[in-house]
């Protein structure tokens, strides 16, 4: 049970780790919203029966399961390069966030998410920036910029109730660890586990995505309450959600353990 885990298994290195608490500020959004409506609803070239597989901003995998059940959602990942898609505009930044979520996909109540903004502006340089967001409410940005493309990050949350909880970031290649306490201000339903890459929705309009090498959680989990108390599952009957704007923009692999979102330029 990983993000369980990582509240003991970190403690061990916090005296040689950066340790930071977050600041709240707006940056590309103050939230991480699904275009539900274009999800379920018909697209061009799209069968309607295969119309809950594809969303307008969201990419990667959700596991569906009975409320108040899952407790951790856990999963590795290595930051990816950035680069402006071929034929891409004059747009002065290009974003994606990428993160691991409880709820926020069939509960509309509240949700937990956790992850990295990655920006590439006009000019090419890159920003790299950690943050938390317990939903309603706003989102918090740890105050860390060292983490660089290619570093191997973890991301953990571990709700200890269905109104709070824990966030672990750790910079495995960087050896560092940022956390921080959530709560939220209405009950989680606790029955969604989220790996995702997402094209920011911001003032209602999508903010241009950057094409980003593959993404691949890896050792990805999630801790789901069953018959015989909390166990640790694999996404791997989780279901595969691609982005499709006015083409399709990324192809999603889930497997047992890991859930691969790769960009199709």
């Known amino acids: 049970m990983l993000a369980r885990a990582l509240s003991t298994l970190f403690g061990a290195i916090l005296a040689a780790s950066a340790f930071t608490e977050p600041s709240t500020q707006e940056r590309l959004d103050t939230a991480s919203v699904r275009d539900t409506t274009a999800l379920h609803g018909p697209r061009s070239g799209i069968p309607s029966s295969e119309a809950?597989?594809?969303?307008?901003?969201?990419?990667?995998?959700?596991?569906?399961?009975?409320?108040?059940?899952?407790?951790?959602?856990?999963?590795?990942?290595?930051?990816?390069?950035?680069?402006?898609?071929?034929?891409?505009?004059?747009?002065?930044?290009?974003?994606?966030?990428?993160?691991?979520?409880?709820?926020?996909?069939?509960?509309?109540?509240?949700?937990?998410?956790?992850?990295?903004?990655?920006?590439?502006?006009?000019?090419?340089?890159?920003?790299?920036?950690?943050?938390?967001?317990?939903?309603?409410?706003?989102?918090?940005?740890?105050?860390?910029?060292?983490?660089?493309?290619?570093?191997?990050?973890?991301?953990?949350?571990?709700?200890?109730?269905?109104?709070d909880g824990m966030v672990y970031i750790t910079d495995n290649t960087r050896g560092t660890l940022l956390s921080a306490h959530f709560a939220t201000r209405n009950r989680l339903c606790r029955q969604d586990a989220e790996w995702v890459v997402e094209n920011v929705i911001s003032d209602g309009a999508l903010v241009p995505l950057v094409n980003f090498t593959a993404v691949t959680f890896t050792e990805a989990s999630a801790v789901v309450e069953g018959e015989h108390g909390p166990a640790e599952v694999g996404p791997g009957d989780a279901q595969a959600l691609n982005m499709f704007q006015t083409r399709l923009l990324t192809d999603v692999a889930v497997g047992a353990s890991s859930v691969h979102i790769a960009y199709l330029s």
Do not use: M
Request: hydrophobic share 40%; charged share 15%; proline share 6%.
């Open 52 to 163: 809950p597989r594809y969303s307008v901003n969201w990419a990667g995998a959700i596991l569906h399961a009975a409320a108040e059940s899952v407790w951790d959602v856990a999963g590795t990942f290595t930051i990816p390069a950035l680069s402006t898609p071929v034929g891409g505009d004059t747009a002065p930044d290009r974003s994606a966030r990428v993160w691991v979520g409880i709820d926020g996909d069939t509960c509309a109540s509240a949700s937990v998410r956790l992850g990295y903004d990655l920006v590439r502006s006009k000019n090419g340089a890159v920003r790299i920036t950690p943050w938390y967001h317990a939903q309603p409410g706003p989102i918090h940005f740890f105050d860390d910029s060292a983490t660089a493309v290619g570093a191997s990050v973890t991301l953990a949350i571990s709700a200890t109730s269905s109104s």
